[in-house]
């Protein structure tokens, strides 16, 4: 299974990105995917997650800013990003949990201007 990232770049503070992560097989099986950030120094830190069922969850400093989804038809997982600050600088990676493992797509980079 490959997860495959897109969607990061340079925004200023306010300004939004949509990220999106393709996966090479059905999504439909994973309990759960999501997203992480991390930064330099910095553990790897949730920043949302849905299930199978669509239930989802937000780390406190992006709720009512982010908004994670999942288009099982095609096989790809979002992480909608508005008001964007400087302080949401990270390499983002997304993951898949199933029965069995977990599995990591590569990062892509966001970088907010102040």
């Known amino acids: 299974v490959q997860l495959q990232a897109s969607g990061g770049g340079l925004v200023q503070a306010g300004g939004s990105l949509k990220l999106s992560c393709a996966v090479s097989?059905?999504?439909?099986?994973?309990?759960?995917m999501g997203w992480y950030r991390q930064t330099p120094g910095k553990q790897r830190e949730l920043v949302a997650s849905?299930?199978?069922?669509?239930?989802?969850n937000y780390e406190d400093s992006v709720k009512e800013r982010f908004t994670i989804s999942r288009d099982n038809a095609k096989y790809t997982l979002y992480l909608q990003m508005n008001s964007l600050k400087p302080e949401d600088t990270a390499v983002y990676y997304c993951?898949?949990?199933?029965?069995?493992?977990?599995?990591w797509g590569q990062g892509t980079q966001v970088t907010v201007s102040s």
């Open positions: 993951n898949a949990r199933d029965d069995y493992r977990i599995y």
């Open positions: 849905i299930t199978s069922g669509s239930t989802t």
């Open positions: 097989r059905s999504i439909f099986s994973f309990n759960s």
